[in-house]
C-alpha cells in the first residue's frame, strides 16, 4: 500500500510545507487505497503508454501511475504543491511535473514534445470546478491520446456518459459521444478524499473515436464554426420547452425557420432536446446552416 494514502503521512507532508487545502481549485486529495491502483490500471497506462495527468495534487495517482507507466508528465496550477510534489515523487525518475493552467497549456506541444513515438492517455482525479470546460477542451482539440479516465462528480459522471435520446442526456451527452464512447468505471465516496466532498464520484473513461458517430454534410460547418455543438447547446437551454422554443430562444432565429428546418430534418415541432440523438441533432444542424 502507498504511504501517500496514509492519512498521517500525508497530512504530515502537507503541515511541513505549509500547505492548507484550497475550495476555490478543487483540491480534495484521494486518501483511499484503492481508488488509484484502479485508475491506473483501467486508464490504460503501460509501459509503451505515456499518461498525461492534470492536478496531481500531493501525488498519489501519479505515484500509481508512474509505476505502470514508462513515463507520466503531470500539469498542476498550484506552485504551493511544487515542493510537495518534489518530496513524495523523489524516487521516480519517470515524472515530469509542470506547473501550468491545464485551461491554457498547449497539449499538442506537450504531447509532441514529451511523447514522439509513443501511445497516451490522459488520468486525471478533476477539479471539480473545471469538469465539463477541461473535459470539452480535451476532446475539441482532439488530442491523439487513446482515452481520457476521469473521476468526476457522480452526477456528472451520469451526464456524462448518458445516451443522447435519453431522458439523463445533455447538451455535453452529445458533445461527448461525439469524440468519443463513454464508459462507468466505479465509484467513489466522499471519504475516499481528504477534505471529504459533499458528493459521491465516479471515476469514468472515454474511449477516443477514430471516426465521428454521425455523417457530417460540412465538415468545416460542424467542427470548424462547431455549429453542432451550438445547436446542441441552444436545445438543451430551455429543457422543459419544446426544441422549436429552445432553439428559436438559443438561436436568436424566428420560430418559422426553425420550424421549417425541423421539418425538413424530419423531427415534429413539439419534439423536446433530450429525445433527440445524435443523427438528428446533425440532420437539424445541416437544415439550419446548410440548406440541406
Ligand atoms: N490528483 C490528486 C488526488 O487525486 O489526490 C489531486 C486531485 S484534486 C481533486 C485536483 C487538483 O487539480 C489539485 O491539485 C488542484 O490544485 C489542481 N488544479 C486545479 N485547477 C487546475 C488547473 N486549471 N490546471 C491544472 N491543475 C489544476
Same mark, same amino acid.
Not at 499518461?51 to 495534487?57: A, M, Y
Not at 501511445?119 to 478533476?126: G, H, T
Not at 456518459?161 to 447538451?171: E, I, K, M, Q, V
Not at 466505479?186 to 454521425?214: D, Q, T, W, Y
Given at each position: 500500500?502507498? @504511504?501517500?494514502?496514509?492519512?498521517?503521512?500525508?497530512?504530515?507532508?502537507?503541515?511541513?510545507?505549509?500547505?492548507?487545502?484550497?475550495?476555490?481549485?478543487?483540491?480534495?486529495?484521494?486518501?483511499?487505497?484503492?481508488?488509484?491502483?484502479?485508475?491506473?490500471?483501467?486508464?490504460?497506462?503501460?509501459?509503451?503508454?505515456?499518461?498525461?495527468?492534470?492536478?496531481?495534487?500531493?501525488?498519489?495517482?501519479?505515484?500509481?501511475?508512474?509505476?505502470?507507466?514508462?513515463?507520466?508528465?503531470?500539469?498542476?496550477?498550484?506552485?504551493?504543491?511544487?515542493?510537495?510534489?518534489?518530496?513524495?515523487?523523489?524516487?521516480?525518475?519517470?515524472?515530469?511535473?509542470?506547473?501550468?493552467?491545464?485551461?491554457?497549456?498547449?497539449?499538442?506541444?506537450?504531447?509532441?514534445?514529451?511523447?514522439?513515438?509513443?501511445?497516451?492517455?490522459?488520468?486525471?482525479?478533476?477539479?471539480?470546478?473545471?469538469?465539463?470546460?477541461?473535459?470539452?477542451?480535451?476532446?475539441?482539440?482532439?488530442?491523439?491520446?487513446?482515452?481520457?479516465?476521469?473521476?468526476?462528480?457522480?452526477?456528472?459522471?451520469?451526464?456524462?456518459?448518458?445516451?443522447?435520446?435519453?431522458?439523463?442526456?445533455?447538451?455535453?451527452?452529445?458533445?461527448?459521444?461525439?469524440?468519443?464512447?463513454?464508459?462507468?468505471?466505479?465509484?467513489?465516496?466522499?471519504?475516499?478524499?481528504?477534505?471529504?466532498?459533499?458528493?459521491?464520484?465516479?471515476?469514468?473513461?472515454?474511449?477516443?473515436?477514430?471516426?465521428?458517430?454521425?455523417?457530417?454534410?460540412?465538415?468545416?460547418?460542424?467542427?470548424?464554426?462547431?455549429?453542432?455543438?451550438?445547436?446542441?447547446?441552444?436545445?438543451?437551454?430551455?429543457?422543459?420547452?419544446?426544441?422549436?422554443?429552445?432553439?428559436?430562444?438559443?438561436?436568436? @432565429?424566428?420560430?418559422?425557420?426553425?420550424?421549417?428546418?425541423?421539418?425538413?430534418?424530419?423531427?415534429?415541432?413539439?419534439?423536446?432536446?433530450?429525445?433527440?440523438?445524435?443523427?438528428?441533432?446533425?440532420?437539424?444542424?445541416?437544415?439550419?446552416?446548410?440548406?440541406?
Amino acid at each position: 500500500m502507498s @504511504k501517500l494514502t496514509d492519512i498521517n503521512y500525508i497530512k504530515g507532508v502537507l503541515s511541513r510545507h505549509g500547505f492548507t487545502f484550497s475550495k476555490a481549485l478543487g483540491q480534495n486529495f484521494l486518501v483511499n487505497p484503492t481508488v488509484c491502483p484502479k485508475m491506473s490500471e483501467m486508464c490504460g497506462a503501460d509501459e509503451n503508454t505515456g499518461v498525461i495527468e492534470i492536478g496531481p495534487g500531493a501525488g498519489v495517482l501519479t505515484n500509481e501511475l508512474a509505476q505502470r507507466s514508462y513515463k507520466v508528465v503531470a500539469v498542476e496550477l498550484d506552485k504551493r504543491l511544487l515542493p510537495v510534489l518534489a518530496e513524495t515523487l523523489s524516487e521516480h525518475r519517470n515524472v515530469t511535473v509542470i506547473n501550468d493552467d491545464a485551461m491554457k497549456l498547449d497539449f499538442h506541444k506537450l504531447i509532441r514534445e514529451e511523447f514522439p513515438d509513443s501511445e497516451v492517455v490522459i488520468c486525471a482525479n478533476l477539479p471539480y470546478y473545471i469538469t465539463s470546460p477541461i473535459l470539452m477542451r480535451l476532446l475539441e482539440e482532439r488530442l491523439p491520446v487513446k482515452a481520457i479516465t476521469v473521476m468526476v462528480q457522480k452526477e456528472a459522471a451520469d451526464r456524462i456518459c448518458a445516451l443522447p435520446g435519453t431522458r439523463a442526456s445533455g447538451a455535453i451527452s452529445a458533445a461527448v459521444h461525439y469524440y468519443c464512447e463513454p464508459e462507468m468505471l466505479f465509484r467513489v465516496s466522499p471519504g475516499s478524499f481528504i477534505p471529504a466532498p459533499k458528493v459521491e464520484s465516479a471515476v469514468i473513461r472515454l474511449n477516443i473515436l477514430k471516426e465521428p458517430p454521425i455523417t457530417a454534410a460540412d465538415e468545416k460547418l460542424f467542427f470548424k464554426e462547431k455549429l453542432f455543438f451550438k445547436v446542441v447547446r441552444a436545445s438543451f437551454l430551455q429543457r422543459r420547452k419544446t426544441l422549436s422554443n429552445s432553439l428559436s430562444a438559443g438561436l436568436s @432565429k424566428p420560430k418559422a425557420e426553425i420550424n421549417e428546418a425541423l421539418a425538413k430534418a424530419g423531427i415534429p415541432a413539439n419534439a423536446r432536446a433530450e429525445e433527440m440523438t445524435m443523427q438528428q441533432f446533425a440532420d437539424i444542424t445541416a437544415a439550419l446552416y446548410c440548406g440541406i
